[in-house]
């Protein structure tokens, strides 16, 4: 079973920066495909970002151009660098990860943008 463990989470102004960190168990990371995912209250998880296990790379089009999500294969770990965060980002984030085989997710980790 692949456990993922999600961190970075808090409290910052808009217009700042925060790094989310995803944590995986597992030999084989770097054939996960691996996501981020968003939930604000009341409204439908979203995909907000993805990257392959080759490095390509995709974004949902809200967080286009301020949000880079990377990987470190050596590490098992996953990043979601957001810049420019707007009170709209304000959501529950989780890590997930695919396989041929399975599917996993993290427990989320909270962001909250306000003055």
């Known amino acids: 079973q692949v456990q993922l463990v999600e961190s970075g989470g808090g409290l910052v102004q808009p217009g700042g920066s925060l790094r989310l960190s995803c944590a995986a168990s597992?030999?084989?990371?770097?054939?996960?495909?691996m996501r981020w995912y968003r939930q604000a209250p009341g409204k439908p998880r979203e995909l907000v970002a993805g990257?392959?296990?080759?490095?390509?790379?995709n974004y949902a089009d809200s967080v286009k151009g301020r949000f880079t999500i990377s990987r470190d294969n050596a590490k098992n770990t996953v990043y979601l660098q957001m810049n420019s965060l707007k009170p709209e980002d304000t959501a529950v984030y989780y890590c997930?990860?695919?396989?041929?085989?399975?599917?996993?997710w993290g427990q989320g980790t909270q962001v909250t943008v306000s003055s």
């Open positions: 597992g030999s084989i990371f770097r054939t996960y495909i």
């Open positions: 990257i392959t296990s080759g490095g390509i790379t």
């Open positions: 997930h990860a695919e396989t041929v085989t399975f599917v996993s």
